[in-house]
């Protein structure tokens, strides 16, 4: 079995929600994560423990790809929508890059990993695509030395 671990998340990416701060009578404060952060977090761990079944998290440094695949907004025209989905349009729209790839790795804490902390190499694309979702290829690297 390879120590490669490959899933695609389904949907439109979501990126990491600032967490949220709410009072309750003046007199406590209570911080949560935004709805919309969590359901994604929680889609992100299912897909990401279907790809693991059976096999230990990985140990020590990790290098990470991300293909963050958006769907093209459906009020363009056909020709900018196919200009789009050739890659000669970028998504320079929200979500941010940094925050999926945050929701991603948050999400995948004790499924995949024991921690982002092993995170030491990530390569990022955000496109355009027919069908909206991650690519996500978790590789150890090999030959490194565990950190003290």
């Given at each position: 079995?390879?120590?490669?671990?490959?899933?695609?998340?389904?949907?439109?990416?979501?990126?990491?929600?600032?967490?949220?701060?709410?009072?309750?009578?003046?007199?406590?404060?209570?911080?949560?994560?935004?709805e919309k952060?969590?359901?994604?977090?929680?889609?992100?761990?299912?897909?990401?423990?279907?790809?693991?079944?059976?096999?230990?998290?990985i140990d020590?440094?990790?290098?990470?790809?991300?293909?963050?695949?958006?769907?093209?907004?459906?009020?363009?025209s056909k020709?900018?929508?196919?200009?789009?989905?050739?890659?000669?349009?970028?998504?320079?729209?929200?979500?941010?890059?940094?925050?999926?790839?945050?929701?991603?790795?948050?999400?995948?804490?004790?499924?995949?990993?024991?921690?982002?902390?092993?995170?030491?190499?990530?390569?990022?694309?955000?496109?355009?695509?027919?069908?909206?979702?991650?690519?996500?290829?978790?590789?150890?690297?090999?030959?490194?030395?565990?950190?003290?």
């Amino acid at each position: 079995m390879s120590n490669v671990v490959k899933f695609k998340v389904p949907g439109t990416p979501v990126g990491k929600g600032r967490p949220r701060v709410s009072t309750r009578g003046g007199k406590f404060a209570r911080m949560y994560t935004p709805e919309k952060t969590a359901s994604y977090e929680n889609l992100v761990a299912l897909a990401a423990q279907e790809a693991m079944v059976g096999r230990n998290l990985i140990d020590g440094p990790v290098d990470v790809e991300l293909v963050i695949l958006l769907p093209v907004p459906a009020s363009w025209s056909k020709k900018k929508q196919a200009a789009a989905l050739q890659g000669q349009v970028y998504p320079t729209k929200k979500p941010d890059i940094d925050n999926v790839e945050k929701a991603i790795f948050d999400a995948i804490n004790g499924v995949v990993w024991h921690d982002d902390v092993q995170v030491c190499d990530v390569s990022k694309r955000k496109r355009y695509a027919e069908v909206p979702g991650v690519h996500v290829v978790v590789k150890p690297i090999e030959g490194a030395l565990f950190a003290a």
